[in-house]
């Protein structure tokens, strides 16, 4: 079976850091470009940050460029995002997704695989 998990995930105040993680089973990585994305209570879902399958190329919103970092190591099968400097407007459920693109970019649509969602909340 085919599937992706989300990890680390929590409650931290403003101000502090997370590191989510994105874990296959059933088929490896390295053939795909993975993308975060967050649903707020209410609203729609937005991509949050994505990279290449082979981590050339990244891709942040705006809301969470200088703050968010992904990374992805292949070797585990393994996609990473690194939030620091959170906000309460980060908190969300957190979800990551993998397109088959073997190349050099990354997008927020067309994906194959979702997991199902780690839930972020920034709070004091």
């Known amino acids: 079976q085919l599937q992706l998990v989300e990890s680390g995930g929590g409650l931290v105040q403003p101000g502090g850091s997370l590191r989510l993680s994105c874990a296959s089973s059933g088929f490896t990585l390295d053939y795909y470009a993975i993308g975060w994305f967050r649903q707020a209570p209410g609203k729609e879902r937005e991509g949050v940050s994505c990279i290449s399958s082979r981590g050339g190329s990244t891709n942040y919103a705006d809301s969470v460029k200088g703050r968010f970092t992904i990374s992805r190591d292949n070797a585990k099968n393994t996609v990473y995002l690194q939030m620091n400097s959170l906000k309460p407007e980060d908190t969300a459920v957190y979800y990551c997704?993998?397109?088959?693109?073997?190349?050099?970019?990354?997008?927020?649509?067309?994906?194959?695989?979702w997991g199902k969602g780690t839930l972020v909340t920034v709070s004091s």
């Open positions: 997704a993998a397109d088959r693109n073997y190349g050099s970019s990354c997008r927020y649509y067309g994906m194959d695989h």
